[in-house]
């Protein structure tokens, strides 16, 4: 078998790859639960299937899918545009230290106005966070995927500042952890019986933003530009810099959101672990979605799984938590993988190409 | 300020320095021969966890060291596969590497965690290691301080002296080139990365026998992604990585010694301080080089060979 | 015989590289490939050199069958390659560059192998200093080191391609030069070239390529240009006639004194540049590449500016605008680089009219009109006649010449009234070339006023009212194209731009 380069690159592929990386992890996942000894069958039904055999298990998992979701559509707008935003977890995190703050300080004070004002602080937190990295690309030249990864470790590190200091609870028998939100502070519930927030209608509300400034606007097109080759860029005369803050800004904001919309959600305080990892999640949705809106939507809906299926297998067959970053980091890995066959085609020998349906072959005159 | 002080604060900063020295040496490498892995983190993790699930069942920490190099080469070769041969892009596959990795050593890890072990023993070396200020810091460190500096010397002679080094540059900055004049160009990548893997792994086996020793998750804690930017900062030569590493070194444990003249800064803050110097340094070499033009020329570009 | 193929074929997908080609070499003769871009002739030099593998067909080396395995081993057998676009490595020195290119088992120490260049060099009359870094050599200098190495071993067959096409006239002369030498001690040349002159000068046997196949070999020294031209265009095609001259009007692009210092170790200091452009004239700039070409191109698009002088379009100063405020008063650019400059090879045709044309259709208050994006690059496609599956094929797909027509009709569609272009025709087949020439003289006589960059020394004389030549950031003077001789042109891209005091010395010297 060997592999031979398309004529053009085939957009069926395109959408199948995600659809054969979740196959080959399936695959993968079945023979480790195998190899660690627990029946492969079951497992992958409790990983996979079980988190939401009931409507309390998807309200769980809308839930999860709520901060990648607002993380995803930040880092699919500075993928596109090759701004290699790695950051979005430092920019949650230290959103959550500032939204968590300012929760603390309006306990006491009732007014329609606290939960916007605590939705903004978040924002413009997170879009502080991501200016950093922002000023340190486009006046220092200093490469963003290094600048955002060690300002997740500061990040990170103040917000553990934040709850063995000045934050922690008074009352709270010297856990390093805030107090509880005041009820008013955190976002409404859809249902009293579940855990979902309002904070679902902004991501969609901002992932439909998203998708019309992508198709419809020049801001969009230049973005898309920038990122498939900064040289015609430069040569149409966009202008870099300003292209770079709006991305990073932007996708700080969503992570901004994403934390409020957790820690004023299902975690209602302050606590060191509130990081899940969603802002690394958020970059395999982005690549799992294509770095289309519809595709993030239903990637973001796989990533949760993996989250509340880990979850699952953690109460069910006593597996670490940890299995949770193995199955996204093979999922990752696959679809990196079966991406090859966008821009190739195996060959059997024998058999010639196969094909796709849909691939638009010019016939090789010889 | 005593001698003895002084001793102290070399030997724990050469100490600190030597897993940055380890994942840094093998980031040069496979850089300079164009290759752009940002899975470091990912492959020190499971250098750590494995070497130290491998030193803690056999009892023997030569076993551990082995295992540590062995695991992170052996996840290189995702890397390399993915990379090199399907030719997916550097960055995203790197990052893909990293969370693999961090969730890989979790799992595999869950169940040491607490475990402890003895440790790597120092061996002082005898006359050298009296030296005043720097004997102790040289000579009486463990097996695996001696091996980074012996692994730093031949990394010097390699890019500076050798055909070899010749080739790999070679390959980094003009892989067309290579190809053309019939040097194996895929092959010779490969060889980096899996050779950087092997570093990358070592640095975690010293973390998690010598440093530490123990394992916990995500005990590297950025080390990976630190050695990435101290390579750009030492503009990908081997006696820059070694004074950044030390310099580096030195940043991290300045928290200590902070903390020994009784100032009270929360440790947490002060934790931040490596992270901090990177950007700061990162910052400082991008404006002295105008845009690291140091960096090989073809470094995070796929190549495939038309034949 | 030296070298004989026998039905050498390859293909790649979508396109017959090579079809059977047959090919005899004698010891000691100059052999030219002549043929058009993408006849195959490249392909048909590395296949011989190793570098790629041939599908069908066989190779007799000195009479014997072999199978080159690739460079090494084509390089144990006596033979040596002078890329087109070089194979050194710049950030490396020209010893160490040699050194990579000699097997070890031949690689003595460095001091032996210093000395081995310097005495190869001067029985060639190529000097160069072996500790230097390649990257700050000239392209001229860059290709005698190519040569040196292949001369440093024993050496029975020495390829070419194209290596004129990046040499001033005086330095290709003294290539001629070496060639011959060496021929005459029995090495035998292949040369790739599509330039006819220089074959009639130089070899002694001539094999035509067209789409891949021999179409026909010729003794150069008795066949007529117009009769090698018919057997590499084939039968249907013409030469184009010269144009009239252009209705020179008032002036609209000026430069006064404009100075721009390098950006970085590798650009070209713009120094002193006046230059005043026409309405409906073309004016030419020979010179060879790099010596201030892509920062002139820049400093018209508004990407890179000056810190002295003045850019003046209709009169008023234009050097602080933005490109796309440039663009606003009439200005378009025609890049050099296709592919990652002029257009987005991911992108659709669609899409690639919006790249530039967006600044005056389809866009209304940040918003786009696809329809009107689309019918746009429509009509660019049909009025151009690019030859495309539709508006949604992507840029990359296309091939060099219809992607140029497209990039070329899409400025064009801007009704500009300064254009400036860039190597319009490089890469691009006849058909097309002819195609953009006529579109270019066209949009003159509507008045336009267009600055032409090109290396093409043919096409400089075809299209341009008057000419002058760029050297090391620097501008000769222009004059009109019936006053500038052949030697004069030569002489003004090699910097001598005053009879009097030829002192000056040029980047590609």
Redesign the interface.
Known sequence: MRIEKRLQPSRAMVLLSPVLALVLTLIAGALLFKMLGHPAGLSLYNYFINPISDWYGVSELLVKVTPLLLCAIGLMLCFKGKVWNIGAEGQFIFAALVSGYVSLQLMAVEGFWVLPVIIVAGALAGMAWAAIAALLKTHFQASEILTTIMLNYIALNLLLWGVHGPLKDPDGYNFPESALFADHTLLPLLSEDYRVTVAIYIALLMLAVVWFVLSKSIFGFQIRVMGESAGAAKFAGYKNRLLVWSLLLFSGAMAGVAAVSEVNGPVGQLIPTLNLGYGYAAIIVVFMGRMHPIGILIASFLLGLTYVGGEMVQIEQGMPKSIVGLFQGMLLFFLLACDLLIQYRLVLPGFGPIRLPSDRTKQVAS | MDIAFIDNVLFATVRTATPLLLVALGVMISERSGVLN?GQE?MVLVGAALAFIAAYVTGNMGWGIIAGAFAGMLVSV?FA??ALS????Q???G???T??????S??VG??YVGQSIAGLSPISIPLLSSIPFIGKAFFAQDIMVYLSFCLFGGLWWLMRAT?LG??I??VG??P????????PVRKIRYCAVLFGGAMAGLAGAYLSLAYTPMWS?GIA??RG??A??LV?FASWRANRVLFGAWLFGFASILHLLLQGYGYAI?P??L??LP??V??IV??IM??RK????DAP?SLGRPFSP?? | MRLELLGLSKRYPGCVANDAVSLKVEAGEIHAILGENGAGKSTLMKMIYGVVKPDEGQMLWNNKEVEIKGPAHARQLGMGMVFQHFSLFETLTVAENIALYLDPSELGSMAALRQHIEQVANEYGLAINPDRKVGSLSVGEQQRVEIIRCLIQDIQLLILDEPTAVLTPAEAEHLIKVLKQLAAKGCSILFISHKLHEVNALCDRATVLRAGKVTGSCVPRDTSPAEMARLMLGDGLTLTKAFEPGPSGDVLLQLKDIEVPPTDHFAIHLRQLNLSLRRGEIIGLAGVAGNGQDELVDLLNGELSATKGQVLLAGEPIQRLGVQQRRHKGMAVVPADRIGRGAVATMSLSENNLLTGCITHGAKAGLIDWKVVSARAERIISHYKVKTSGKTEMAGSLSGGNLQKFILGREIEQAPQVLVCFHPTWGVDVGAANLIHQQLIKLRDQGAAILLLSEDLDELYLLSDRLGALCAGQLSPVAPKSEVSLERLGQWMAGQFDAQHDKETCHAD
Do not use: C, K, P
Request: proline share 0%; aromatic share 8%; net charge neutral.
């Open positions: 940002l990912g995702l596969f993915i399907l030719m997916a892009n960055v995203a596959t990052l893909a590497l969370i693999f990795g961090t969730g890989l979790a799992f869950a169940d055909r010749l080739i540059r070679s900055e003009n067309e080139a290579a190809h053309a004049l019939g040097y998750e804690a950025g992604w630190i990435l930017a750009v929360s947490n803050l934790a931040m992270y901090l990177t950007i990162l910052v991008m404006q105008q845009g690291g033009s020329r038309s034949r």
